[in-house]
Structure formats: structure tokens, C-alpha cells
């Protein structure tokens, strides 16, 4: 598709065996070589699974291992999230007719992105019924065209697929086999301990529990449903599910270009990449979650691995790519003077801006909030009276000016806490 609408490119369809990086060279599994000039690698993050080789795992980090959750949950009566990252919230609120049980190692759900008001803020929203009509988005949506078929077939080969994107579950029927819409319940401030299969769990002699019905009293009894997997909690309670969501955060997909050349490492695991995209090796760059922003950053930028920020880094990197070739000058990306992530999350449009979670400022900083229940929830950081970050939950409208405030720095101590007075339009003010 992408060779019929632009004749230069030319698309390879095997996985990396070896780069030999002093020859320029790369071999593939099929047995070619491709030498190259200059090489960008984009290979992404492999998912952290809970439990290798388990076949009542899955992990969701690409199309085909979306399909494969889709498949699974048409027969599931009850699934178990693990992990508190972007993908787990946005299962956890659009699953329907399953039971979920999600468990978190945090106080609070969503910990990547918020602080435990916004959660709560959610929670409420999380525990209710579903009965409202979703938001409408106002940005490019991005699917994928005439692959299934291929999709499938990778998938069942073992292969790993496409990265998902910010509308990863468009598309996908994520219905179990109830009726009823919505049914979640949190364990908080846990782990998983071990997990059982079916035989293994009655030899065991041990008991599992019920779904709790109400999400206030806590009271369980012994569940005698006989289910194919069993999550023993480190909160020393066990139960039974179809399946496992491991959604427990990614590690960058080094591997396949690591033996025989001497990449420096980010401490997470990345290749190290300069402020134009350029690894330790001559003439090869990386881009996205395979590598580590290793350069001084802007005061109000930090790397997440996320699909917005990798398409930022690969736009960039082709863009230093040319330059050198042309042996032109290139300036740092406006992208990167500005931590700046627009989602969803349980049908709340979410916006974060610079330090939103006031990330490397230590205990100098305030914050400044205003929640108007079930409508919005707005968080600013502040540092010396200047605005270094925000969460913008709801249609607020002020993700504009924020990211205004906070690039030109204007000191705002003179206007206290009515910056988020809602009689007053600082949208207008500071237009």
C-alpha cells in the first residue's frame, strides 16, 4: 500500500536477524542482506508479562494481540486486569457483560498519569453504569486497512504486529458473554503472588472468592465456580478468572540489534539517542520506544512511551536523517520544548501538560486544583508563582492558554487562586 502511493519507499516484510554495524549491513530471517547509508531503528517495546508461556496470559501491546483479547472475551465470564497504565484503564472502563477484576500495586488507579484526586475523580465514573453516548473525537483517527487477514496470520505464527494507537479498541466488540453492562472491582496495594491453572489450584486445597456485589462492603464468600486460571494476590486473597490481562508496562525491543555492537544503554533500557536522534553508532539512529532520550531535556518535557510522543520521534528523526545527508543544520523539534499528551480515559476527554505530576521538582512546588463533579477536574503545578504543569480532565478549553502559561513562564503569583476561579474566562484574559 504504502510502495503505490510513494515510489521510493520500498517495504521488507521479514524481522532483524543481525545489524552489522562497523559494515552497514543488516541480514534478515529470510536470508537477504541490505546495506545501508544511514539506518533509524523504530522496533518499539515488548509488554512486561506477568507470567511467560502461561496460555491464560495476554499480554496487549499490538493490533494482533488486540484481536486475540477480542477473540478470548466473547467466551469469558470474568477476566483479571493486571497492571495501572493506559491500556488497563481504558479496559477496564470499556469492557461490558464480564466481570474484571483489576488489580493495581498503587493506592490509586491511573498512577502514570494521576494523583489520587484525579483518581477518585474517575473512580466514580469507573464504578457507574455506562449509559451515556461517547465523545466525540477531535483529532485524525488512525486504523488499519485490508490487514486482517494477514493480521491473523502473523498473529498465529508468533509474530508481532503493529503498534497500537490512541484508538486501539475502535473497532473491536469488547463484550463478554453477560448480559448486564458494566461490573468491576479494585484490589489496590497489591501484586500478584502466584498463579494457579485449574488442577495445579485443587490440588492446592486452597479457596477462592466471589466477585464482591457491592463495591462498599467488602465481604466475599467462597466461590464454587470452577474456572480454568486462579491469581493468588499478594493481599492473600485468590480468584478465579477465564483469563489474565497483563498490562504491567513495556521494555524497549533492543534485543535484535544488541549482539556484536556496542550500543550505550539507557538506564531503562533504550538505546541512548542524542538531540538529533543519533545513537552511539555512526550512521544509525532510533526513534520511539526502542530508545532513551538521552539529551538535556526542556524544563517541561520528560520521554513516556507513548504512540504520540514515538510518531513525534520519528518524524524528527527523519527529519535529522536528511539533514545530515544534505549536510544541513537542524533545530530541536518545538515538539519536545513541551510535555503535551491529549487522551481519553472513561470517556473524559484528558489533557497533560509539561510537569503535570510535578515529575523532578521535588517538594518545591504547590498545586492548585478545581473539581466540579462528574463535569471536570483541573490540577495546576505551580513553581515560584510560574506555571510548570497541568491536568486538564472534562471539556475545560484551557489546554491552550496552559500550554501558553507555561512555555512563556509569565509570573501569575499577583492573581492567587483565582487563575482557576470559574466566574472568571482566563481562556479570555490571557488570549
Not at 50 to 78: H, M, W
Not at 89 to 116: P, R, S
Not at 222 to 247: H, M, Q, R
Request: with cysteine; aromatic share 10%.
Amino acid at each position: 500500500m504504502l510502495e503505490n502511493r510513494f515510489p521510493n519507499i520500498k517495504v521488507i516484510e521479514s524481522e532483524v536477524k543481525q545489524l552489522k554495524s562497523e559494515e552497514h549491513c543488516i541480514l534478515t530471517e529470510d536470508g537477504s542482506q541490505y546495506v545501508y547509508k544511514k539506518l533509524c531503528l523504530c522496533a518499539g517495546a515488548k509488554p512486561k508479562l506477568i507470567c511467560e508461556g502461561n496460555p491464560y496470559v495476554l499480554g496487549i501491546r499490538d493490533t494482533d494481540s488486540a484481536q486475540e483479547f477480542q477473540k478470548q472475551l466473547t467466551k469469558a465470564k470474568r477476566i483479571m486486569i493486571i497492571g495501572n497504565g493506559g491500556i488497563a484503564l481504558e479496559l477496564a472502563y470499556e469492557i461490558e457483560g464480564c466481570e474484571v477484576i483489576w488489580a493495581i500495586k498503587d493506592k490509586a488507579i491511573g498512577n502514570t498519569f494521576f494523583d489520587a484526586g484525579a483518581a477518585e475523580f474517575l473512580t466514580s465514573k469507573l464504578i457507574a453504569e455506562k449509559p451515556e453516548a461517547k465523545i466525540a473525537h477531535k483529532r485524525t483517527r488512525y486504523t488499519i486497512e485490508g490487514r486482517k487477514k494477514e493480521a491473523e496470520a502473523k498473529a498465529n505464527a508468533g509474530h508481532i504486529g503493529s503498534a497500537l494507537g490512541p484508538d486501539w479498541h475502535e473497532g473491536l466488540n469488547l463484550k463478554g458473554t453477560k448480559e448486564f453492562s458494566h461490573k468491576i472491582h479494585i484490589e489496590t496495594m497489591c501484586e500478584v503472588k502466584k498463579i494457579y491453572l485449574q488442577k495445579e489450584f485443587r490440588f492446592s486445597k486452597k479457596n477462592s472468592l466471589n466477585f464482591p456485589k457491592d463495591h462498599h462492603n467488602q465481604s466475599v464468600t467462597t466461590d464454587k465456580e470452577i474456572w480454568p486460571v486462579y491469581v493468588e494476590l499478594t493481599n492473600e486473597k485468590i480468584y478465579g478468572c477465564d483469563f489474565i490481562v497483563s498490562a504491567t508496562g513495556v521494555t524497549p525491543n533492543v534485543e535484535p540489534f544488541l549482539c556484536g555492537n556496542k550500543f550505550d544503554l539507557g538506564e531503562d533500557g533504550g538505546l541512548k539517542v542524542d538531540d538529533h536522534m543519533r545513537t552511539s553508532l555512526p550512521d544509525i539512529y532510533a526513534a520511539g520506544d526502542v530508545c532513551s532520550a538521552s539529551w538535556q531535556p526542556s524544563p517541561f518535557w520528560q520521554q513516556m512511551r507513548l504512540w504520540t510522543q514515538a510518531r513525534q520521534m520519528g518524524w524528527y528523526a527523519a527529519k535529522c536523517m536528511a539533514a545530515a545527508t544534505l549536510g544541513d543544520s537542524i533545530d530541536m523539534d518545538f515538539s519536545f520544548e513541551l510535555f503535551a499528551h491529549v487522551t481519553k480515559f472513561f470517556n473524559y476527554k484528558v489533557v497533560l501538560l509539561g510537569k503535570y505530576n510535578a515529575q523532578s521538582l521535588g517538594s518545591d512546588h504547590e498545586l492548585m486544583l478545581r473539581c466540579t463533579r462528574g463535569q471536570e477536574y483541573i490540577k495546576v503545578v505551580m513553581q515560584n508563582g510560574r506555571m510548570m504543569g497541568a491536568v486538564l480532565i472534562g471539556e475545560t478549553n484551557l489546554e491552550e492558554t496552559f500550554e501558553n502559561l507555561i512555555l512563556n513562564q509569565m509570573n501569575l503569583s499577583s492573581y492567587g487562586e483565582d487563575l482557576l476561579d470559574p466566574n472568571i474566562d482566563i481562556e479570555d484574559y490571557f488570549d
